[in-house]
Nanobody, 120 residues
Framework: QLEESGGGSVQSGGSLRLSCAAS????????MAWFRHAPGKEGEVVAA???????SYIDSVEGRFTSSKGNDKNSLYLQMDSLKPEDTAMYYC????????????????WGQGTQVTVSS
C-alpha cells in the first residue's frame, strides 16, 4: 500500500514537498517512482529511484525536483522547487519489484495521488 500526501496550491516559483508512505510488502520494492498526470496530457514518470542508488529525473524537472528516501526505507519524498504552471498535475507514488523504468505500465503498485496546482 502506498499513500501520498503534501500536495496543494502554490504560485509559480514556489515549493512543495510530497511524501509517500509505503506499508505492507511494497516496502521492499526494488524501485519507487513519482508519476504525474495532467488533464489532456500524457502521464509521465518524473523521478525514479532504485533501492540502492540515486534518483533519476526527466529533463523538465532536473535541477528543480529532488527525490529521496526516508531512513526507514518505507518513505519516499519529492521536494519540488521553482515550480512552474506546467508542473500542475496529479502526482502519484509508484513502486515495483523490477528495475526502474520510465514506463508507467511497468509499475504494479500505486498510491491514490495528490494534486499539485501551480498558478502563474
Amino acid at each position: 500500500q502506498l499513500e501520498e500526501s503534501g500536495g496543494g496550491s502554490v504560485q509559480s516559483g514556489g515549493s512543495l514537498r510530497l511524501s509517500c508512505a509505503a506499508s505492507g510488502y511494497t516496502y521492499s520494492s526494488n524501485c519507487m517512482a513519482w508519476f504525474r498526470h495532467a488533464p489532456g496530457k500524457e502521464g509521465e514518470v518524473v523521478a525514479a529511484m532504485a533501492s540502492y542508488g540515486s534518483a533519476s529525473y526527466i529533463d523538465s524537472v532536473e535541477g528543480r525536483f529532488t527525490s529521496s528516501k526516508g531512513n526507514d526505507k518505507n518513505s519516499l519524498y519529492l521536494q519540488m522547487d521553482s515550480l512552474k504552471p506546467e508542473d500542475t498535475a496529479m502526482y502519484y507514488c509508484a513502486a515495483d519489484y523490477y528495475p526502474c523504468t520510465w514506463t508507467s505500465y511497468d509499475y504494479a503498485y500505486w498510491g491514490q495521488g495528490t494534486q499539485v496546482t501551480v498558478s502563474s
